[in-house]
């Protein structure tokens, strides 16, 4: 039996990675080909992704995956982060870098939005919850200052111009093919909520042209095949271009490694999402106001969920040690948090002060301050304070959760970059009281690569797929333990978390 190949490009916010998966009888293997930074750029007061460079970076990796095995590679598949997007013209050309979901901008254009449809409207349409990152509110901004858009549509002078969200732009520039895949427009703002279809009637309220969207696609979709130049260029073979799960988090939650149902996901790199997979949206005012989102499986469903800050904080603070020439490896700063005190202050993680990149160990100071707490000083104090955040953060999403469904998640889910950081997987199952299973570290290149076999026609689906991943992939199970202390501290923890939600 000769093993069948695909090459899986994952882009993270803070790095990306293509990976070759084998697929040999029913287990997965994943091989790391190529490995890079992802960087964005400030530009004056404008915060961009670096589309060429990374455009660059997913051909190093293709050509890598493919070296010494022509023409035995049989497709390629992309998946990122969710809500950015690039417009290109109508000779395909990019007409202008995207844009970082981080920008400054996007704050201004989600008030200007409100004023016409305030956040119930937008939440009942759309299922999705309101925030500055949405495409809606960055297409927006865009439209307005491009001149392109007023609220009177006929004004949109440029009727070629499409949207594709940064996983299907890289499709379209890889295979010449414009479509957008479901779950990656599912974090848009632009769909009807749970539904695989643009919300028209959003986009004509806002005055967004309908001409500006593609077609959209389902998840394990065959969208063409890597034009001939790139072929050429990279001594590939031919290969298909497959649209996987295209937003990361919905290929990562494809790759978990489920038993039983009604359980809780967390996946967990720079952002933590957290919640749980559904048939349909969950649209209450409860929901809404608890800070819920509803955003697209890769079977056409739904995921209810929180999009908190994840491993942000504790990557920033790094970032800013390193600055300072103080460099940890994330092994040592784990050690570190491990030997200061436990439950000394904490913070909430999503708060608009720890959002854009800076000195996070200082803000993270000044936050306890201001809240009349013990300061961390230490590196190992300012880790622990996240770390145990973060749990106590998992904690309240897990009441919440069963608050607006009416069932208690008797396990949880955690995959991700998050699983290597163990002291926060046996932090998360003290908080909660619910036992952890942790693993794949890699879901999201796992769940990439298994959609494209479905895509290829040698799996069957869903199910199959979570089989694969069990028989591929080493879990750990943590158990609750030090109930008391964590019962406490999450007492404090929701003395300054009180509705203050969903930044
Ligand atoms: C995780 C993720 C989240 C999304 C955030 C910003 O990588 O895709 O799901 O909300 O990035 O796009």
């Known amino acids: 039996y000769q093993a069948a190949y695909v090459l ?5 916010a803070g790095s990306g990675r293509v990976v070759r998966g084998a697929l040999d009888g029913r287990r997965l293997t994943l091989h790391e080909v190529h490995r890079f930074p992802n960087e964005p750029v400030q530009l004056r007061d404008e915060l961009y992704w670096d589309f060429l460079r990374l455009f660059y970076e997913l051909k190093q990796g293709i050509r890598k995956g493919a070296e010494g095995m022509p023409g035995r590679i049989k497709s390629i598949a992309v998946d990122t982060w969710g809500v950015d997007y690039g417009l290109i013209d109508g000779a395909g050309r990019l007409r202008c870098n995207p844009r970082h979901y981080r920008d400054a901008r996007h704050a201004k254009s989600m008030n200007d939005v409100l004023q016409m449809l305030n956040e119930q409207e937008l939440y009942a ?3 999705v919850l309101p925030q500055q990152i949405n495409t809606i509110f960055q297409l927006y901004g865009e439209l307005q200052d491009s001149g392109i858009n007023s609220k009177d549509s006929t004004m949109n002078p440029d009727a070629d111009t499409r949207l594709l969200f940064l996983p299907d732009l890289f499709n379209y520039y890889l295979s010449g093919e414009q479509a957008c895949e479901y779950t990656i427009a599912s974090t848009s703002g632009l769909l009807h909520s749970g539904e695989v279809k ?45 649209s996987v799960g295209s937003h990361d988090t919905a290929s990562a939650l494809a790759a978990i490694p489920a038993t039983e149902s009604n359980y809780a996901f967390i996946s967990c790199g720079t952002w933590s999402l957290m ?48 600055r300072e020439n103080r460099f940890y490896s994330h092994e040592e700063l784990v050690q570190l948090a491990v030997s200061a005190g436990a439950h000394q202050s904490v913070v909430s993680p999503g708060d608009d002060v720890f959002m854009s990149p800076g000195d996070m160990p200082k803000r993270i100071r000044q936050y306890c301050e201001r809240t009349f707490q013990p300061v ?23 009441d919440e959760l069963e608050q607006i469904t009416g069932v208690r998640p008797p396990v949880i889910h955690m995959v991700g970059g998050g699983v290597h950081n163990r002291l926060l997987c046996q932090f998360t199952a003290n908080a909660t009281g619910v036992p952890v299973i942790a693993g794949p570290v890699e879901a999201s290149s796992a769940g990439n690569c298994l959609l494209q076999y479905v895509a290829l026609g040698e799996v069957g689906g869903l199910s199959e797929i979570r089989d694969i991943v069990s028989a591929s992939f080493d879990t750990e199970m943590y158990t609750p333990q030090d109930s008391e202390c964590w019962q406490e501290a999450y007492g404090k923890y929701q003395q300054f978390n009180q509705r203050k939600q969903h930044q």
């Open 376 to 398: 961390p000083e230490s590196v190992g104090a300012i880790v622990r304070c996240i770390l145990e955040s973060l749990a106590l953060e998992f904690r309240q999403t897990l």
């Open 275 to 322: 919640g749980v997979e559904r048939d349909s949206p969950v649209l209450s005012v409860q929901a809404l106001e608890l800070g819920f989102t509803n955003e697209g499986t890769v079977n056409g469903k739904v995921r209810t969920l929180k999009n908190r800050s994840g491993l942000w904080l504790l990557q920033e603070c790094k970032r800013q040690w390193e």
């Open 198 to 242: 643009w919300n028209e009637p959003l986009m004509s309220r806002l005055g967004l042209p309908v001409s500006l969207f593609p077609r959209l696609v389902h998840s394990g979709t065959v969208l063409g095949h890597l034009s001939d130049d790139l072929v050429r260029e990279l001594h590939t073979g031919p290969m298909k271009v497959v």
């Open 8 to 12: 899986a490009a994952d882009f993270g």
């Open 125 to 127: 349409m759309s299922g």
